[in-house]
């Protein structure tokens, strides 16, 4: 019944008894559950709503803002945190962009400060949290909510990152790698909803994807699969960089991106935004520098494309601010280099798709525990299961 | 009850109304119809089969040989022709090596004379077989039996492979990608039969992958997925060669090997088995040139398996002639490149993968339709479902 009610957003109590086949002595009496318990209201028929004769029935609606999600997106660079109600809409969010982290309890801080600021902005209290899910870097055993991995995060590989943030929410917490929570958010309302073999390739100061296999993430068996940053393409390996970066993302990674806009003499860019949009409007340096990463992400992709093949990869992440130019430019390296092309999208997400994938994890996981908690209600009264 | 004398080799009447849940009369009467197609026989009890006391029991076998299946694996180098029974044990297998293949005909009169050699040699009439089973390089369209593209073998490109085999077999015709097949075998008697997230890396004169991601075969998007082999690692891509080879299996397929041990000086070698062989023998030149080849595949591997992550690859192909040799140096170079590695295993299927691969293939089509056109013993007499 309360599915019936989420996916309509408001049913009278005939629409209720039709749609789950419970008697109406269920329904009324569930209804009455639900109201006491916070999740359902009863709200003034609008006109369309209103039987022409008789009295105005009942309308009821679920309330999604009964209770709240946390999405959080932690890396070395920025803590993004999105406040979202029971249906996954957000209704504030927090960025903190981080410019120098030596620690992880520097970056701790900033979660911490993040959390409170946007649950504030969005006026709810961490009590009414029903959970919290966590993007981050690297290689995460999601059951445990540890860190296995992470290079470019200082002091985060084995961290037991959602046993920490448990001592400032009441509440589960589920932890992810970043990009396996982006590409759930595209799987969930972006260019990824309509398949299901595809690849999400999150490039922004790091460089990372995810893959989708018949409609499932596949992780792998380390946890590591789509850890294309982390591709060596030298002939000689270079192995990970002193800032915890793999050759790769070093190499195509914003930074990168900045560094070399300089070289060609470029003295306005004030950082990667600067030389992306630049490229978008035509600029010359600025498009030398989209068409070389593009290039040499095409070069350590194609092999990595050889395993899945799948129907369609988006890019997403920081490098979309170069919109068509560089979705162009890849389709165009990889076109020569690989055997068989997918379709290429750019993320319409942008920088917030991991913080939704994230918010999406959690929402899910709020909603399947509501659901248990009411599960003799939908026995139709005999007891719980 | 076919299935449960399949698994055991041979059982009594009562061990199958035990086994099979059917009555008594059931059960006689499937074993006499069994027994008029061929498919049974009665056979003499061996001592541990008899009981002590009473009339000795009947034995019945299920007759393997009743019927047989071909396993062929064709390629531009050679053609090898497995003969099996209804259990996939080969009987008889002929291989034509080839040196100079300029049309698609050509090949095509190799794959006749070698199915007319196996089945002489077998003793198999051609109107025995139930069911035929083809692995061959490139992309296949395995629902129409047609061969979409294949770079390496001159008119291969669109032929539809199971309609020109039907011309000299009267039985289904079922063709995949021979890697496909290797890693089938693989799984069905190989190294493979413990893992279900594994990558088969077949290395001869071509050089492909197939994965299995939980348990089934990964074809990708386009069916063109473990196409390694035209992985390209140039800064400037080179793109498919003038022989049809990929640029990485050009450089490090088995006529790569020959021609970089001649460059290192070796004058004694015939071919790439010789050079494979001295390598077990640690000759110096031999393991060099293991060394390079072995450092060249895991640059253009490694970006392959972050998109995995498997737990297994197995290599095999023509290289498994170096042993050890080629295991533990691809182990080493992986090693220094791959964020997670794998276990790392060499079949022991050596060349015949691909071939039993395809006797499994036509095995397990042959099973099904024989169980199929028997379904209605099987509801206990009450007619065809």
Redesign the interface.
């Known amino acids: 019944m309360l599915r019936a009610l989420r996916d309509t957003g408001s049913a009278r109590v005939t629409e209720l008894v039709a749609a789950t086949g419970l008697s109406r002595p269920t329904v009324t009496a569930a209804v009455s559950t639900l109201t006491t318990d916070g999740w359902v209201e009863e709200v003034e028929a609008t006109e369309s709503d209103t039987p022409r004769m008789g009295r105005p029935a009942r309308v009821l609606r679920f309330r999604a803002d009964a209770r709240h999600v946390l999405g959080i997106d932690v890396g070395p660079h920025k803590v993004y945190c999105a406040v979202a109600d029971f249906n996954g809409t957000v209704v504030a969010h927090v960025r903190r962009d981080i410019t120098s982290v030596t620690t992880h309890a520097d970056l701790l801080d900033h979660v911490r400060l993040a959390i409170v600021r946007a649950l504030d902005e969005a006026g709810v209290e961490p009590t009414s949290l029903a959970a919290v899910g966590v993007g981050t870097p690297g290689?995460v055993d999601e059951r445990r909510g540890a860190i296995v991995?992470a290079p470019s995060v200082p002091g985060w590989n084995s961290l037991e990152l959602a046993r920490w943030l448990r001592q400032s929410v009441d509440c589960p917490v589920h932890i992810d790698n970043d990009v396996n929570l982006a590409v759930m958010a595209e799987q969930w309302i972006g260019a990824g909803s309509a398949t299901d073999?595809l690849?999400l390739v999150q490039w922004g100061s790091r460089v990372g994807?995810a893959?989708l296999?018949q409609g499932q993430l596949?992780?792998?068996?380390?946890?590591?699969?789509?850890?294309?940053g982390?591709?060596?393409?030298a002939?000689e390996?270079q192995?990970v960089q002193p800032d915890g970066l793999?050759p790769l993302e070093s190499a195509i990674g914003t930074a990168a991106i900045v560094r070399r806009a300089r070289e060609l003499g470029d003295i306005t860019s004030r950082g990667a935004a600067d030389v992306l949009a630049a490229a978008t409007q035509g600029e010359q340096r600025a498009l030398q520098v989209i068409d070389e990463v593009a290039a040499q992400f095409a070069?350590?992709?194609?092999?990595?494309?050889?395993?899945?093949?799948?129907?369609l990869v988006i890019i997403g992440g920081r490098i979309t601010l170069a919109g068509e130019t560089i979705r162009s430019r890849v389709a165009h390296h990889l076109q020569?280099?690989?055997?068989?092309t997918?379709r290429l999208e750019l993320s319409a997400l942008g920088d917030d798709a991991v913080a939704l994938g994230a918010v999406k994890l959690a929402a899910a996981d709020a909603e399947q525990r509501l659901l248990d908690s009411y599960m003799y209600l939908s026995t139709d009264g005999a007891g719980r299961p």
């Open positions: 290689i991995q073999n690849v994807a893959v296999v596949h992780r792998g068996a380390h946890g590591a699969a789509g850890e294309i982390f591709v060596d393409l002939a390996p192995g793999g070069r350590g992709f194609a092999p990595f494309l050889a395993a899945i093949d799948p129907e020569v280099r690989a055997l068989a997918p």
